[in-house]
T-cell receptor, first 112, second 110 residues
Framework: DTAVSQTPKYLVTQMGNDKSIKCEQN?????MYWYKQDSKKFLKIMFS???????INETVPNRFSPKSPDKAHLNLHINSLELGDSAVYFC???????????FGPGTRLTVT | QKEVEQDPGPLSVPEGAIVSLNCTYS??????FMWYRQYSRKGPELLMY????GNKEDGRFTAQVDKSSKYISLFIRDSQPSDSATYLC??????????FGSGTQLTVLP
């Protein structure tokens, strides 16, 4: 019974393409996040989303756009993919004000 | 300078050793301090959480926070091969977003 799930697990695509990664949580949390983990394991917040309030990390290019159809889902859409977008993307969720974030298994994106 | 600096490792120890993992930070607004463990090709999972300064113990794991020095530590006693993973410190202030260290890769040799 997976708490935070992501699809796909692996994504290989060419530069210039548009792709989406989906995330779902069944924990009843009201805050969801997207993180990017680079090849050196550095984990950096991209977005957090709580009750339709979106907080964007200012360093994230506007080619990245989160979309939340409801509290349990937060998808990540990426336009015009670049080589530097290759990384592992993690979705996470938490209760509002909670310190414990539950992470999904990650989506390994490779841009060729 | 990064907000959170973590000893990069990698760290390799024999089974049964005491392991010390450390992070320093520069943002005095940080109040909540966490350690996450990440196994290879998995998502991070919360190991320990501490609010403000002090110690917290959970089994073989002890987390310490010294806010005056802006320094946090995680100690693992009687380390086991199953402890082999990357350990990430994380912290936050009043905002929900976490700031992570770059992680220390630990290998415990049987």
């Amino acid at each position: 019974d997976t708490a935070v799930s992501q699809t796909p697990k692996y994504l290989v695509t060419q530069m210039g393409n548009d792709k989406s990664i989906k995330c779902e949580q069944n924990l009843g949390h009201d805050t969801m996040y997207w993180y990017k983990q680079d090849s050196k394991k550095f984990l950096k917040i991209m977005f957090s989303y709580n009750n339709k309030e979106l907080i964007i990390n200012e360093t994230v290019p506007n080619r990245f756009s989160p979309k939340s159809p409801d509290k349990a889902h937060l998808n990540l859409h990426i336009n015009s993919l670049e080589l530097g977008d290759s990384a592992v993307y993690f979705c996470a969720s938490s209760q509002a004000g909670g310190h414990e974030q539950y992470f999904g298994p990650g989506t390994r994106l490779t841009v060729t | 300078q990064k907000e959170v600096e973590q000893d990069p490792g990698p760290l390799s120890v024999p089974e049964g050793a005491i392991v010390s993992l450390n992070c320093t930070y520069s943002n005095s607004a940080f109040q909540y301090f966490m350690w996450y463990r990440q196994y290879s090709r998995k998502g991070p999972e919360l190991l320990m959480y501490t609010y403000s300064s002090g110690n917290k113990e959970d089994g073989r794991f002890t987390a310490q926070v010294d806010k005056s020095s802006k320094y946090i530590s995680l100690f693992i006693r009687d380390s086991q091969p199953s402890d082999s993973a990357t350990y990430l410190c994380a912290m936050r202030g009043s905002a929900r977003q976490l700031t992570f260290g770059s992680g220390t890769q630990l290998t415990v040799l049987p």
